[in-house]
């Protein structure tokens, strides 16, 4: 495991003559955690200092201060500065524009100063759209670069604003990108140098909660569309709401493994919870805000007055709504054979009973009724599903008019159901 910077490096003034470093930052004391680092220049350095990293990953156009960056880590890692190469590289750098090509700069000298788990990468302006692109795959070099288990500290203090919110959704989709080399973001750094002058210090703010508020959207999302409350739920453990987090997960396995009656008592527990807990949080945690979200998400399917058979149909209907088809359709002719129980008088929960009135459908009075039309159709895709069929059957309709119908089906038997017959 590795602890490595991202830092973005800024483009500062034109180089004038060859012995003076005057493309440097301004110096200024940085303080990060109650600690000061007086007349520093690179952020990056600062940060390199602080966190004790193995190595920086630099980011920056064809006139950023490469140079300076050089020169600075030569002296800061005790390296002899080749100021034959420190000049030429200035020297290109000055008459370089946004229309250079980015081979114009030999950068293999500054990376061999920074050390093995060091690299500089180039990108372009971003002016449009083309360019972003090309940014976003310039930056994604990284994947390749990183190993498993290192850990990222970025820096977005220098360079073009739209480059530092660029590269911070750049990192976020790497590090979702890469969930098999478990990359942490530790820290996203941006040293204010707009509040220096009525401070009188530059401080060094942790914009982290940012990355967190992504990851609690992507919870929210994962939860709404597909039942998957995992993420929400390891987010709320990391604030100490073991409880909640824990019915959260509970209701969420219900669903993903459609135990029906499970998902009743989980999701009725969770409502519970939900109306009478404060949570310690709720002030400073973006849960708040998508509590809301989770009380409408438990509300689908917590227990109420209504037939078990109209709950599965509404559980099914949910399934398709949201693309779980194969789950939609095994809920769907459950729901139609719980329904003929419970209008014939049957107990719903014995299986003897639900094959009976599948018998039931088979009738001479009642094969041709709209709902055994309907039943014959959905239990055909079911079977499908349900045992993995290879082989071809003439009968079974393709996957695309399965999944295209699969609504339909669900509001033709709503239709049914309503009536307490076999027929609309």
Known sequence: MAKILVSSLGVGGKFKNSDTHDREYKKTCYQIEDKSY???TFMASVLYEHFNLDGIIFIGTVKSMWEEGYR????????????????????????????????????SPFEKVLGNRSKCILIKYGLNEQELWF???????????????DELYIDITHSFRSLSLFLFLTITFIRDLMSEKNIKIAGVYYGMLDATAELNYTPVVDLKPLFEMTSWIKGAYSLKSYGDGSLIAELLKSQGEEQLASQIEQLSHAININYVRAIQQRSSTLKTTLQNTQYNQAASSPFKYLRTILENFVQKFARSS??????????????????????????????????????NGRNITMKYERDEMKKFLKRSDNEKSKLAELYSQVNLIR???????????KKIITDSDAINKAKGYQQEVKKIFRTGTLDY
């Open 38 to 40: 007086p007349d520093s």
């Open 72 to 107: 600075f880590f030569c002296q800061k890692n005790s390296v002899p500065l080749n100021e034959n190469y420190w000049y030429n590289l200035a020297s290109i750098i000055d008459k370089l524009t946004y229309k250079s090509d980015l081979d114009s700069l030999d950068l």
């Open 135 to 149: 940014n976003f795959n310039q930056i994604l070099k990284i994947v390749d670069f990183l190993e498993k288990d």
């Open 306 to 343: 209504i037939p078990e058979s109209e709950y599965q149909l509404k559980l099914a209907g949910w399934y398709f709504e949201n693309k779980r088809y194969a789950t939609g359709y095994i809920t769907l002719a459950e729901a139609i054979i719980t329904y003929l129980c419970e209008i």
């Open 383 to 393: 079977n499908s599903i349900a045992h993995a069929l290879l082989e071809e059957d």
